[in-house]
């Protein structure tokens, strides 16, 4: 009798092939499970790379079509603006809520035009390959390969408007 070991003389006892036993199976599902946790990492690290990198593209974007730029941030206060007047239609704010409400709004506005987008596509390219490596994805290799001539790109803002700066600053 194959595969079976008799327990006493009148009984037979089953033994089960290796890859059945108990402590087998339950080392299997662990290694399974810690594998499939880090590819969840893994996928959400990559993820975020690439939309870090996406996000450093519409900086880009924005400072090749600067009117791109003021389009978005126009829209913005538009759709803020609105949803303030709703507010104040519905007598949820006060009059002069409302105006500091505006003048904030405003001001978030004209600060955020006055940026200077080659400095966020910087950092947030700097950011890509900083923060979600490794894994050594796409997104990561192209950041790292775009940053040093979006510095010298930002640099060259810098001194075009005079503002003095030293290399540690803005690295």
Not at 39 to 47: P, R
């Amino acid at each position: 009798m194959s595969g079976m070991m008799p327990a006493s003389p009148s009984q037979p006892v089953m033994v089960s092939p290796w890859w059945k036993q108990r402590r087998v199976v339950t080392f299997g599902v662990i290694l399974v499970a810690i594998g499939g946790v880090y590819g969840l990492i893994y996928m959400d690290v990559v993820l975020r790379a690439k939309e870090s990198y996406l996000q450093a593209e519409k900086y880009m974007e924005w400072n090749r079509q600067p009117e791109k730029k003021k389009e978005f941030f126009d829209l913005k206060f538009e759709k803020d603006k609105a949803a303030l007047q709703r507010l104040l239609d519905k007598k949820k704010i006060s009059e002069e809520e409302f105006k500091q409400r505006l003048e904030a709004l405003t001001f978030d506005r004209d600060y955020a035009m006055g940026e200077s987008s080659l400095k966020y596509a910087y950092q947030w390219y700097k950011d890509t390959y900083e923060l979600f490596s490794p894994p050594e994805s796409k997104w990561v290799r192209m950041a790292r390969a775009k940053t040093p001539e979006t510095l010298a790109l930002w640099k060259e803002e810098l001194r075009a408007k005079k503002i003095p700066f030293d290399d540690y600053m803005v690295e």
